[in-house]
């Protein structure tokens, strides 16, 4: 919804920064990957900290794209490096949070985040399968961004249950929207 919304009104702002980056934005991607597995690893000891390093990998992530379309780098296996790195990131994420709850014996957000990872993952893979087919599938309430701002905001306030609850709820909602647009669009391109 951010993504779909703004779309890349940052690269304007960011130019300049952008500019002065000499580095391959897959050197971007690749720290902004580390950071983000860094906070799964602070999550399960340190929820603040651990939100702070998502926002830190978020911004990394955001910038990596940035610098390869100011400068003219974007690549089809950047793109593809950037998606892999980022369902690793989710995935790690995920996990230390389930992690921090089941050292609270709090089973229910045990099975919540495991659910909101399978959500994550289907939702990449709607879009991923659905322009493998040739639809446009960038749809739906939450998306990454939206999935980021969300863990990063639980860990800082320490509100990680209700977080995982909607992250949970919306994960699925979200696939089922982007299913539905796709059934949508194969019928009205079966039915000319």
């Known amino acids: 919804m951010i993504s779909a919304k703004l779309g890349h009104f940052l690269d304007e702002p960011f130019a300049p920064l952008a500019k002065r980056i000499a580095v391959s ?3 971007l991607t690749g720290a902004g990957f580390l950071i983000t597995a860094a906070a799964a690893l602070v999550i399960p000891f340190n929820t603040l900290a651990g939100g702070l390093l998502i926002i830190a ?3 990394f992530d955001m910038l990596d794209g940035i610098v390869a379309r100011t ?3 974007s690549t089809r296996f950047g793109a593809l490096l950037d998606s892999t790195l980022d369902r ?3 995935s790690f994420i995920f996990i ?4 921090f709850f089941f050292d609270r014996n709090n ?4 099975m919540l985040s495991i659910g909101s990872l399978v959500g994550a993952f289907v939702i990449s893979y709607v879009r991923a399968r659905a322009e493998g087919i040739g639809i446009e ?3 739906g309430i939450m998306e990454r961004p939206e999935r980021v701002v969300l863990l990063a905001f639980g860990c800082i306030t320490g509100w990680l249950f209700p977080v995982i609850v909607l ?3 919306l994960s699925h909602i979200t696939a089922v929207q982007r299913i539905l647009h796709v059934r949508k669009m194969t019928k009205h391109n079966n039915n000319p």
């Open 25 to 27: 934005p897959n050197i």
């Open 57 to 59: 990998g978020g911004f």
């Open 71 to 73: 400068n003219g780098k």
């Open 88 to 90: 690793y990131s989710d």
């Open 96 to 99: 230390a949070i389930a992690w």
């Open 107 to 110: 089973l229910a957000g045990v």
């Open 137 to 139: 599938c960038a749809v």
């Open 167 to 169: 992250l949970f709820l």
